[in-house]
């Protein structure tokens, strides 16, 4: 009876700690659907793509996380035209056939909102993955933490179909 008891107690205190653990984590969602997430220890990064609706070239602008916070860090797009400036961040340059302003460090705070075009193709990247964005949709992309019993209902959801 004691073995049960002390099997009973570390079940429960495992119980808590997957309940009350919290990870960091960008979550990406519509219609209040998570439709990717991003779970990290430091600091995370991600991409919007997109083709731009009049020109039809791709645009793609890069996120970091940083205390919980994402900042615009750097874009880089094919075109250079009217309504882009021409002095983001603390370089301007030409490489592979893109235009690159680095370094522009904008903060943009806990939360992202972008809308989807009908035929601009959005994206979602990360270093190992690649989310289409459905079409005419509003996104939000946050920050934040959650359980790690969250986390594992997440993965058992949306990666394991």
Excluded: C
Excluded at 32 to 42: N, Q
Excluded at 43 to 61: C, M
């Amino acid at each position: 009876m004691k073995k049960l008891y002390w099997i009973l107690a570390i079940f429960i205190l495992l119980l808590f700690s997957i309940m009350w653990n919290f990870i960091s984590v960008v979550m990406v969602s519509t219609d209040g659907k998570a439709e990717a997430a991003i779970f990290y220890s430091r600091d995370a990064s991600f991409s919007i793509r997109w083709q731009h609706s009049v020109e039809k070239e791709d645009w793609e602008e890069i996120f970091v996380v940083k205390d919980d916070q994402i900042v615009l860090k750097d874009t880089r797009f094919k075109t250079f035209g009217a309504g882009v400036p021409n002095d983001a961040g603390k370089d301007t340059f030409i490489k592979d056939g893109w235009v690159y302003m680095t370094d522009i460090d904008q903060l943009i705070g806990k939360e992202l909102a972008i809308t989807t075009g009908r035929s601009t193709n959005h994206s979602f990247l990360t270093e190992d993955s690649k989310t289409p964005l459905s079409a005419s949709k509003h996104y939000q992309i946050s920050t934040g933490k959650i359980s790690l019993w969250e986390a594992a209902g997440y993965f058992m959801t949306n990666r394991m179909r």
